[in-house]
């Protein structure tokens, strides 16, 4: 693969304690030209829902400084309430309008939060994404439903959720290391996937004492090359770095994007 085709990115939230500036500053230096970010007041690294005019004109026009574009900001909501789901879609499609003056080509969203897996539920969620992914096409928005546990465990339910949606913006943002955290072969879901890939994360996988967590790309134990070259046959989108720890997000962001890099020139 051509890298300097390829659109790199980094999702935002190993970058959550980090300031808005020092993250656009490693972007720079790393020569990737695109950020990610969601919206959460608690973090000072990702966005306030409720910022005024004048402190988003702030952000847009430090971005635009520092030439760089947005390739996904997070739409929150979950889907899987038992009660005032509505709430949750219309919190959403907030989030959507709060997102358009920063114009990112990705929303991405969640099934939900809850312990459910009954029929009802998946119409439920199908039902709420699809009015989501229809506000999201007003503004030529694409939406990535995550795969991250829960309802979105295996390639199945991703399949069943988003047959329901039917809706030509919307396809799935695919993790292989979620997918390995809850069970599943992340290369076996992806080739199972009957809806496009639309965005990806990339971050790994480790056991110890029992204990799976996420790490660095290169201490993992997922065999990206095979994942990369499946993936490579339909995909042309960004392909966005997740180291998730704070306390060296920029050592491991580096780390990651090396390593993503080293494995793509292989495809």
């Not at 051509?2 to 980090?18: C, N």
């Not at 973090?43 to 026009?61: C, H, N, R, S, V």
């Not at 390739?71 to 909501?77: F, H, M, R, Y």
């Not at 989108?237 to 890099?261: M, R």
Request: charged share 25%.
């Amino acid at each position: 693969m051509d890298i300097d085709k390829v659109r790199f990115t980094s999702s935002p939230w190993g970058f959550r304690e980090t300031p808005f500036v020092e993250q656009y500053e490693w972007l720079k230096n790393a020569g990737i030209n695109h950020i990610c970010t969601a919206f959460s007041a608690e973090y000072p690294g990702l966005f306030d829902l409720d910022m005024t005019d004048e402190q988003t004109a702030a952000i847009l026009k430090q971005t635009q400084e520092f030439g760089l574009k947005f390739a996904s900001i997070n739409g929150e909501g979950d889907f899987m309430v038992k009660e005032k789901v509505e709430d949750q879609v219309a919190f959403c499609c907030r989030t959507i309008d709060q997102a358009v003056v920063f114009s990112p080509q990705i929303i991405i969203v969640f099934a939900g939060w809850q312990d459910r897996d009954e029929p009802a539920v998946y119409e439920q969620v199908g039902a709420s994404l699809k009015q989501v992914a229809q506000y999201a096409a007003k503004y030529n928005f694409t939406v990535a439903l995550e795969n991250h546990g829960g309802l979105t465990t295996t390639a199945e339910q991703i399949n069943r959720i988003l047959s329901i949606v039917n809706e030509p913006n919307i396809g799935v943002n695919y993790d292989p290391a979620n997918f390995l955290m809850y069970g599943v072969d992340p290369l076996e879901a992806l080739k199972e996937l009957k809806h496009p890939v639309v965005f990806t994360h990339f971050k790994s996988l480790k056991e110890s004492d029992g204990k799976k967590t996420y790490c660095r790309l290169s201490e993992g134990r997922i065999d990206y090359l095979p994942i990369l070259r499946e993936l490579s046959k339909s995909y042309d989108g960004f392909y966005a770095i997740e180291y998730e720890e704070t306390a060296d997000v920029f050592d491991g962001s580096d780390d990651d994007l090396k390593s993503l890099k080293e494995l793509l020139i292989q495809v």
